[in-house]
């Protein structure tokens, strides 16, 4: 193995990186160091190095500087003796393990180029940060025979150094790195992941990338505002398309434009709020010189901001694009005020006589209008920063989306100075000045730092800005986003720190890296600066390390009090040394995501008979809306919560407490389970079959700890139970208990109306209208992760043919939201932050569906519905697969389009005459124990009928 190392004025670092090579576990690794001309002792030092390893170090050196990395790495490859070839920059290192894992896989798969992952190391983080570099791509031990078969690498992991190279196949291709052009990494990957007929990936780090984000020295990669920088981007990019071109791989080519869009070209635009007009022109003129020629695909598959912000660059529409820039930073900010068109929200009022600027910033999927404003994180462009004496005055402007903040409200404001590091000190200062502008609400403040601002001085250096907006009681926070304001020579202010002006005398306004306005302390004073210089010497002393590193230690310890692994050895080896709490009842639904469904019912039986039980309700993060009073309420993965678990009589929840916590003897687990099975479940899904024996042996055990499982059919019993291996001892053959309202509105339709009109009154829809209910399941990726939301028909051809006749309800699964369009305000309606679904489906005359349990549990009320069953195939054909063909049993239509799903709708009374019979054999078939006492049924036989714990 060979492994070229290239410097240019580097030399304090060139040792460590040599010294990596050195160290490798494998033996007999060559180093060759190629200097490109350096100016200080870089040279002198690969000597030495070379003096001290003989054999093992070469040193040579390049006549003049080339100008980039290629050539160094051009000179040393062409020396290597190696069979393999890896490279290294001087001020990174490799991994110990490095050359011997690359070089085994290498042999052992026969690649032309083994790669394995890349942690950026960032030096000046002070806890150490690393970042592994696409991660994803290095999860398991993987060979190729084309870079084809797997398009992210090719337009991912671009990096040269992270792969070790056969020499006889770089030499057999002729393959180099381009000569005085920068980013010649992308071209030389590019054409060696094209040229290899073998690649292998591995999971193991083999290169640490160091990086120094505040650094005033930035690298090539980082000096983005010399223009210089994107044109060489932009060139080596030619060359690589001129390379797929010839060979005929568009598919590739696409995967690297729509990169080339969401990454390379966001590297620049995050920059541009901050050049000048010049500057901006040069670079639309060359973006849009190379983009022109991208299809229309390529756009197609972007995020919408990252489309909206290529398009306005092609337009040079600078105000606009900067707002969107804003957005493209920070991912959650509104930065624009938006415009309402024809029941569409568009990101601006611009463009939009252009059919594509109309497809493009049409932001309605995005939710925006749907908001309150204290959910809003909106942009607040500063517009003036100035000192005068000890006062700073800020001026700024804070956007109002589509008049979210009335004319007439009633405003307050305040700044917030806050440390960035942890700090008990907070400043704030109130806003006098506050104006309604339309489309932006205006403010100026003045801030007396010089009198009422005192830091302490060392730990707490900058400090980030927030603005506190009220608007008629709702308040929203936001950061102050820097812009064009001259910051530089705004002036400073003087301040006194606790620990006096001996370790700093002013402060001063700086951007952030998300583009927000920050101050920082700095010196200007002798005293000042030789104070500093003292404090930096202590800090960094012996006495100092010591203290840092026991501050450390403890805060590692705390971390580990409070980790998951810590807090399930605590949970088996002391909470649950505990006594049993006689009486006590831990409910969870969904995870701690709602308060609803069978848990629910039986709760609110136990305490509508007065059960003398103490009821514990689990819930999942900070907020606790909607879970009820008179329960004590646990935070899930909490102590208390684990104490709760550990203690409690009784287990009941519909979905699975904690895999990881074994139950006690003494508890038990009653699960309800949430709905019976169309998709495959638990040891039928074909990832579970393919588990490790250990791995379904702990699956195993946690469902094991189920002392009852709540049933509704025999279809669950062969399905449901069968998968999960639970025997026959521990089935309950109740039926749901959330099913008990929906069998006696079956039953007495007058049973269901107090909560239908309660509903109807707090929805605000029309009492005169029947209500239709779509309830659809989510989408799963191929790995898993789920899919966005987006309705599969047109909600607004919906609205303008049934919106006269229906109130349409939108309840997706909790995994998902929804926005609706304006245009069907007051016909259409989100129901999906409604906690528990059974009041939904009481209200509800008709149901729509696709293949999401909610089937089983309407049926039971025998009103209509319609399966819109689109994707069909695709559903019932992935990996998982059903346990029926729904089409053929399904007590309803099945549309596969949307023409056949409204024409099915157009007949309500109609489709409930012709699938009568059908639903009441669906019904028998899928839900025969759902007789509407499941919840008394179960209540009695665990808490007696008397009303005592047994």
């Known amino acids: 193995m060979s492994v070229v190392v290239i410097v240019y004025n580097d030399a304090p ?36 190095l070379q003096a001290r390893h003989p054999g093992r170090v070469r040193a040579i050196r390049l006549d003049q500087n080339s100008g980039g990395c290629g050539e160094p790495r051009n000179r040393g490859m062409a020396l290597a003796r190696g069979r393999y070839v890896m490279f290294l920059d001087s001020d990174d290192t490799l991994e110990p393990n490095a050359c ?56 991912f992991d671009t990096l040269s150094t992270n792969k070790c190279y056969r020499r006889a196949f770089l030499t057999e291709h002729g393959l180099t790195f381009p000569r005085g052009i920068h980013y010649e990494d992308l071209l030389f990957s590019a054409q060696a992941y094209l040229a290899a007929q073998r690649i292998t990936l591995i999971p193991n780090t083999v290169y640490f990338w160091h990086v120094a984000e505040r ?78 020629d991208f299809p229309e695909e390529a756009y197609a598959r972007l995020d919408r901001v990252h489309a909206i912000c290529a398009y306005l660059l092609m337009r040079e529409d600078w105000d606009h694009l900067m707002s969107a820039v804003d957005t493209l930073i920070n991912r959650t900010k509104i930065s624009a005020p938006l415009a309402e068109r024809d029941g569409r929200v568009y990101w601006c009022d611009r463009h939009l006589d252009d059919p594509r600027a109309r497809d493009v910033m049409d932001v309605t999927a995005l939710g925006y209008h749907g908001r309150a404003l204290t959910g809003m994180f909106l942009r607040n462009l500063l517009t003036g920063c100035a000192v005068r004496g000890g006062q700073v005055l800020l001026e700024g402007a804070v956007v109002n989306p589509l008049g979210s903040i009335a004319p007439d409200a009633r405003l307050t404001a305040e700044l917030e100075f806050r440390a960035r590091r942890r700090s008990l000190r907070t400043f704030r200062f109130p806003v006098r000045t506050l104006r309604h502008r339309g489309d932006t609400v205006t403010w100026r403040a003045t801030a007396p730092l010089s009198g009422r601002f005192r830091p302490l001085g060392v730990i707490d250096e900058v400090w980030d ?315 799963a990726r191929a790995g898993g992760a789920v899919k966005t939301f987006a309705f599969p028909f047109d909600v607004e051809r919906f609205a303008d043919r049934f919106g006269d006749r229906y109130t349409l309800l939108v309840r997706s699964h909790y995994l998902n ?44 009320l025998r009103r209509p519905m319609v399966f819109y069953a689109y994707d069909w195939e695709e559903y019932s054909r992935d990996l998982r697969g059903t346990y029926f063909d729904l089409p053929d049993e399904a007590p309803g239509p099945v549309a596969h389009t949307e023409d056949e799903l409204f024409a099915a709708l157009a007949d309500l009374p109609g489709l409930a005459a012709r699938y009568e019979t059908r639903l009441k054999e669906f019904v028998d078939r899928y839900a025969e124990y759902d007789r509407g006492d499941a919840t008394t049924r179960i209540v009695d036989r665990f808490f007696g009928p008397g009303g005592g714990t047994r």
């Not at 890349?118 to 084309?146: A, F, I, M, N, Q």
């Not at 078969?149 to 090719?154: A, G, I, K």
């Not at 305000?825 to 489906?841: A, K």
């Open 13 to 48: 670092r060139l040792p460590a990186a040599v010294r990596s090579v050195l160290d490798q576990t494998l033996r007999r690794v060559e180093v060759i160091i190629a200097d490109d001309c350096s100016t200080d002792r870089s040279y002198e030092v690969a000597r030495e």
């Open 100 to 155: 011997r894992n690359l070089l085994e896989a290498a042999d052992r798969t026969g690649a032309d180029l083994v790669s394995g992952l890349c942690v950026r190391v960032h030096t000046d983080s002070r806890h150490g940060k690393r970042t592994p570099w696409y991660p994803w791509l290095y999860r398991s031990t993987r060979t190729v025979e084309s870079v084809a078969e797997l398009p992210d690498l090719f337009v």
């Open 215 to 292: 650094s005033t020295a930035k690298s090539i990669s980082n000096r983005r505002h010399e223009i210089n920088n994107f044109s060489d981007r932009l060139e080596i990019h030619r060359h690589i398309d001129a390379v797929l071109d010839r060979r005929g791989l568009d598919e590739l080519k696409l995967h690297k434009d729509i990169k080339f869009l969401k990454h390379d070209l966001v590297l620049y635009l995050r920059d541009l709020p901050f050049l000048d007009d010049g500057y901006r022109h040069r670079f639309a003129a060359l973006a849009r010189g190379y983009l022109q």
């Open 465 to 779: 800005v927030r603005l506190h907006l009220t608007a008629d009681g709702q308040r929203t926070t936001t950061r102050i986003t820097a812009g064009r304001v001259d910051l530089e020579n705004a002036g400073s202010v003087p301040v006194r720190p606790l620990l006096t002006r001996l370790v700093a005398d002013r402060l001063e306004p700086q951007v952030s890296a998300k583009g927000h306005l920050a101050f920082r302390l700095t010196q200007h004073g002798t005293a000042a600066r030789r104070g500093r210089a003292l404090v930096d010497r202590n800090l960094h002393g012996t006495a100092a390390r010591t203290a840092k590193s026991t501050y450390r230690r403890l805060r590692a310890v705390k971390k580990d009090l409070t980790s998951g692994t810590r807090k399930v050895q605590g949970y088996h080896r002391m909470l649950r040394l505990l006594p049993v709490r006689r009486g006590t009842v831990v409910f969870e639904s969904h995870l701690g995501k709602q308060y609803s469904d069978s848990p629910r019912a039986i709760y609110e039986e136990l305490r509508r008979r007065r059960v003398p039980v103490t009821a514990i309700w689990s819930h999942a993060g900070t907020r606790t809306e909607g879970f009820p009073d008179d329960a004590e309420l646990v935070r899930r993965w909490s102590w208390r919560y684990l104490r709760a678990l550990a203690q409690a009589e009784y287990w009941i929840d519909n979905q699975g407490f904690p895999l990881r916590l074994a139950k006690r003897p003494e508890t038990t687990y009653i699960q309800t389970w949430h709905g019976s099975a169309l998709k495959k479940m638990g040891f039928d899904e074909p990832g579970h079959r393919v588990m490790s024996e250990q791995e379904q042996r702990t699956y195993q055990q946690a469902l094991d700890r189920f002392d009852h499982f709540v049933v509704r059919s025999e279809h669950d019993v062969r399905t449901l139970a069968r998968a999960y291996r639970i025997p026959e001892r521990k089935l309950l053959r109740t039926g749901y208990p959330r099913n008990d309202p929906l069998v006696r509105a079956a039953r007495d339709p007058r049973a269901a109306e107090p909560e239908a009109s309660r509903l109807t009154e707090r929805l605000g829809i029309r009492p005169d209208r029947p209500v239709v209910l779509y309830a659809p399941t989510f989408r």
């Open 817 to 860: 939201r929804v926005a609706l369009p304006p245009s069907v305000t007051d016909r259409v309606t989100d129901v999906t932050g409604e906690p528990d679904i059974t009041p939904l489906l009481l209200l509800s005359d008709a149901l729509i569906t696709d293949y999401s349990s909610v089937m089983f549990d309407y049926a039971l």
